[in-house]
Nanobody, 119 residues
Framework: QVQLVESGGGVVQPGGSLRLSCAASGGNFSTVAMDWFRQAPGKQRELVVEVTSFGRTRYLDSVEGRFTASRDNAVGTLDLQMTSLKPEDTAIYYC?????????????WGQGTQVTVSA
């Protein structure tokens, strides 16, 4: 059974940094993309960064240059280093991936970790 477990959220002042981690288990993740999404109160969930199986990244424009994602396929982890945090980065951050079985795609989400940026 696939499980994604996030950690590392918290409260930080504007301009501060946080590092989120996602530990994946129960599947084969080395050949699929892993992503970070976020959802702020009253807003739709949005893609923060997609990390391909080869480690190529695609960032949301508003976090480009401030956030850095990395993955370790050997141990099934996805990290997100967030710097120069802004109040608008406040959201629940979710780890996401998927598994492919023939033509069937199954999507998986972590439970989310709260990031609050406030003075």
């Amino acid at each position: 059974q696939v499980q994604l477990v996030e950690s590392g959220g918290g409260v930080v002042q504007p301009g501060g940094s946080l590092r989120l981690s996602c530990a994946a288990s129960g599947g084969n993740f080395s050949t699929v993309a892993m992503d970070w999404f976020r959802q702020a109160p009253g807003k739709q969930r949005e893609l923060v960064v997609e990390v391909t199986s080869f480690g190529r990244t695609r960032y949301l424009d508003s976090v480009e240059g401030r956030f850095t994602a990395s993955r370790d396929n050997a141990v099934g982890t996805l990290d997100l280093q967030m710097t120069s945090l802004k109040p608008e980065d406040t959201a629940i951050y979710y780890c996401h991936t998927y598994q492919v079985n023939g033509e069937k795609y199954s999507h998986y989400w972590g439970q989310g970790t709260q990031v609050t940026v406030s003075a």
